[in-house]
């Protein structure tokens, strides 16, 4: 149950991440239009701030290596990266 959780958690992160960095911001400073910063902001760092905790909340019942859990928290900050760690962690993982 919490790993379909924290699957769902890193798609959400890491599209509103996408969003943000690829549309938003080239329209913020190219387009002079900040909407969609401003819409997607909020969203995306509390899906971050939720990545970051379910992730420190699930690693002991998964037994992340030390490596392997810091591969997980820096794909929160790395365009597409949590969708790599759904493909390597977390789809081969029965919920």
């Known amino acids: 149950?919490?790993?379909?959780?924290?699957?769902?958690l890193?798609?959400?992160e890491g599209i509103s991440y996408i969003l943000l960095l690829f549309i938003g911001t080239p329209l913020k400073y190219f387009g002079?239009?900040?909407?969609?910063v401003k819409l997607l902001?909020?969203?995306?760092?509390?899906?971050?701030?939720?990545?970051?905790?379910?992730a420190f909340y699930?690693?002991?019942?998964?037994n992340w290596s030390t490596k392997d859990f810091?591969?997980?928290?820096?794909a929160s900050i790395i365009p597409f990266g949590t969708?790599?760690?759904d493909k390597k962690y977390?789809?081969?993982?029965k919920s």
Do not use: C, E, T, W
């Not at 790993?3 to 769902?8: E, K, Q, S, T």
């Open 58 to 62: 699930i690693k002991s019942q998964f």
């Open 83 to 85: 969708f790599m760690v």
């Open 10 to 12: 890193s798609y959400l």
């Open 70 to 74: 810091a591969l997980i928290l820096l």
């Open 32 to 36: 002079g239009n900040d909407i969609l």
């Open 41 to 54: 902001g909020m969203p995306h760092g509390l899906l971050f701030i939720a990545y970051i905790i379910m």
């Open 90 to 93: 977390l789809k081969s993982v």
């Open 1 to 8: 149950m919490m790993i379909n959780l924290f699957r769902v």
